[in-house]
């Protein structure tokens, strides 16, 4: 849905990105916990408004590393 604008499920164009909500606490979001520090790595989601389907993605690729080098 993040490139095509489509929906996989049932190919509706009615396709929203909500994103991160950076004053929520964790918000759509993944926490990587080492210790005491909590490293935050935002996920946009794609919704399609038509049958419900939902994408996550983490939209930069510096914190997809991040995420990389947690749980490898």
């Known amino acids: 849905m993040k490139h095509s604008g489509f ?16 004053h929520r606490y964790l918000s759509n979001s ?6 005491v520090t909590v490293n935050r790595v935002p996920v946009a989601r794609y919704v399609c408004c038509d049958g419900g389907y939902v994408e996550n993605w983490i939209e930069n690729r510096h914190e997809l590393s991040t995420v990389r080098r947690s749980f490898e």
């Open 7 to 22: 929906c996989p499920k049932c190919r509706s164009a009615h396709v929203i990105r909500v994103p991160d909500n950076a």
């Open 30 to 35: 993944i926490a990587i916990t080492k210790w």
